[in-house]
């Protein structure tokens, strides 16, 4: 049981080629980082009902649609598995959780003291970027 993975998602919540990221409390993991909206799946939540349930309590947004799961990966020293979920969203995101929000271009991301999974998913949006490709349809 000790290598029970805890599924966690973070929304990719994008608009005119910018990305929707918060910054973290100071008293949290990561505090004062900067990451993509979500958290922690509770055991009998699927990722579209975990991503609704966390964007609606971290930053008051409606979900329109959860798509593609665009990049995954383990956060280092953790049990945790984030996946970095495509989410269209209405609504005017209001923090409650956060310390600060926006929304920036890939290259501006790079520069961000981004979350270290966060960092990696950005990593990989670059890559697909430079190589000519489209993160998610």
């Keep these: ?29 990561h505090g004062g980082l900067w990451e993509f909206p979500g958290g922690k799946l509770t055991p009998d939540e699927s990722k579209d009902e975990g991503i609704r349930r966390e964007l609606t309590e971290e930053l008051s947004l409606d979900v329109v649609s959860v798509e593609e799961t665009l990049f995954s990966t383990y956060d280092e020293g953790t049990p945790f598995i984030i996946d970095f979920v495509k989410v269209a969203v209405q609504g005017i995101p209001e923090l409650s959780e956060h310390l600060e929000m926006g929304w920036f271009g890939l290259d501006a991301l790079a520069l961000l003291p981004l979350a270290p ?8 949006a670059v890559s697909v970027r430079d190589e000519g490709g489209q993160l998610g349809c």
């Design 1 to 29: 049981m000790c290598d029970a993975k805890i599924p966690v998602v973070a929304a990719v919540i994008s608009r005119d080629d910018l990305y929707l990221v918060a910054r973290r409390p100071d008293h949290k993991r």
């Design 117 to 124: 999974a966060d960092a990696l998913f950005v990593e990989h």
